[in-house]
């Protein structure tokens, strides 16, 4: 795997590490007006609401869905106003899915800042997740253009239904792979699929090149729920901010279990771990056996077929500097280790 | 005042009293279609998610926000298609909300019926909530016209920081009348603003209507939450569902409670409630104070000023069923005890 970056040659924006700022190297301007546009948030007229606003814009994060919307808006168009308006609302939605994810999760921090349920409360979160969302939907009718502006709240139906379909299959161990797919595509890919049509609609792409962009989005957004699935079980838990095997533990089948389900369907530990007993032994024996299992490697490998198709896809892509940063971009989800 | 309902010569359509049923004759047939999109929200394809839709869309309601979109959008044009599937994303959005309110009040009924957060856990309400917000907005994007979705986007922020404000300001016995209506003109009005205004657009009304039925929806929404206020502290616990002075108990301040306030400020136990002691005999005292204090009586009066208010703007309208609906509309918000 060749990676562009280097240290010494690429201006680090604030809040990006050095290898998504090389990836994001033809749009780091526009990156630059996205986060200008997210501090416009701020609120003087209402102090209470500006300190949580003030909260959430210091939680930082790779900005990997908007750097999407923008590299698919100049694909065929070297700059779109409005693409930059949408990249802001795809981040937006991005957090405010964050608020409510980590209310119900009871989550204390993310990426090392408490949450705001922890800080203010899971009702102030609740209700200050409802204003991130609804202007974030607000940003989005800038563009006026409905077909993006609809695509964007069926996203936000999406997410949601797949977060509750998480919720309605915890501990259920004779859940499918299928089930596990569709879910992870309305809670994670369906925003990426989003990130990257809504981008080219507003990049004046013709329609071939909207679907390619969407398919890619759908691929790499499969590829990262599932590398973040993955590093659920592998990742140092200092490294990810959570113990290892908490999916599990929460009772959240994800596809490294499902394989292990899958492989070895007799007297498996994750199936006593969800029966009533509950015993905790059996989920330590689980996430012992998964993470050393050969389950492991088949996730890597649905992972790297997902990135193929997300190459594959822009493929159909003239090719110029925003499809190369996108091909890079694919090569990045499938090393990253946070 | 005199009201034309009468209980043998009207067609009560499920869910809607007598009274409401005669006020919205004009727009009765279209009112059912309202009913009848409100029922495609059912999803075979998710029979967990279906199980919660099924839920609310059994909870009844009185339609007053869809049938001010209704109406309005008839001032001027007979028929318009997009006002149904408008007045259907109003009283959707209507129930989004309640959801989230529930969640975050921690209310066990609404209506006499378990509420979400009671019968599935917050969490699931928390999410839920959330797909009915964003269903709601899809269904807007369907009138293909940017001014009425952006509004109705601003509306939800509005709707949510209005609730957040209403937190942050509980046990402050310093707030004043100005941040009350400020408040309540966020989390009530908001929404029959939009309902006139965005139905007036569609209905093809002349820039100068659609400001009369925005101002109009504007009243009756401050009526209509002050009266809500008001019941709070003379309704029958079992009519309204919850005990009598909840709002004082839970340390929001509302209209009555205020203007008692200003009217005796010494010694007063709204003051000594608020204050860190918490002494629930200072509650009794302030709730039996405030129901026998001219403070309701004067509630009233702001109550009237807004229909007055109400009724002048429709005054700017040209005269016809509808209009004059509306106006009975108003006569129906002083008039109502639930």
């Not at 989920?283 to 012992?288: G, R, S, T, V, Y």
Request: with cysteine; glycine share 6%; proline share 4%.
């Amino acid at each position: 795997m060749n990676l562009p970056w280097r240290e010494d040659k690429i201006q680090v924006i604030s809040g990006l590490d050095s290898a998504t700022s090389a990836i994001y190297e033809p749009i780091l301007a526009r990156l630059q007006r996205v986060e200008d546009r997210l501090l416009t948030l701020r609120n003087d007229s209402l102090p209470d609401l500006d300190l949580l606003i003030k909260h959430i814009l210091n939680s930082g994060g790779k900005r990997v869905r908007p750097a999407v919307t923008l590299l698919a808006s100049s694909v065929h168009e070297e700059q779109s106003d409005t693409s930059v308006t949408m990249a802001a609302a795809i981040e937006l939605l991005h957090i405010a899915t964050l608020i409510h994810d980590d209310t119900v999760d009871d989550a204390e921090t993310r990426r090392g800042v408490a949450t705001v349920s922890q800080k203010w409360g899971s009702n102030i979160a609740v209700l200050f997740g409802d204003y991130v969302f609804a202007t974030s939907a607000t940003w989005v009718c800038e563009t006026e253009n409905v077909r993006v502006i609809r695509r964007f709240s069926e996203t936000i139906m999406e997410l949601a239904s797949g977060q509750i379909s998480e919720f309605f299959s915890s501990f259920d161990a004779f859940k499918a792979r299928s089930d596990y797919e569709d879910r992870i595509y309305r809670k994670t890919a369906s925003l990426f699929c989003t990130a990257g049509e809504t981008g080219a609609i507003l990049g004046s792409a013709p329609e071939q090149s909207i679907q390619s962009l969407r398919s890619y989005g759908y691929s790499i957004g499969m590829a990262f729920q599932i590398m973040d699935d993955v590093l659920d079980f592998e990742g140092n838990s200092d490294h990810i901010g959570k113990p290892v095997g908490s999916d599990l533990c929460n009772g959240v089948l994800t596809l490294p279990s499902i394989t292990f389900l899958e492989k070895y369907p007799d007297n498996n530990p994750v199936r006593k771990w969800f029966s009533d007993a509950r015993d905790p032994e059996q989920l330590k024996l689980a996430i012992d056996m998964i993470m050393n299992s050969d389950a492991i490697a088949d996730c890597y490998c649905v992972i790297q077929k997902h990135c193929a198709s997300a190459q594959a896809s822009l493929r159909e892509l003239p090719k110029g500097p925003s499809t190369e940063s996108l091909n890079l971009l694919t090569e990045y989800i499938m090393s990253r280790t946070k």
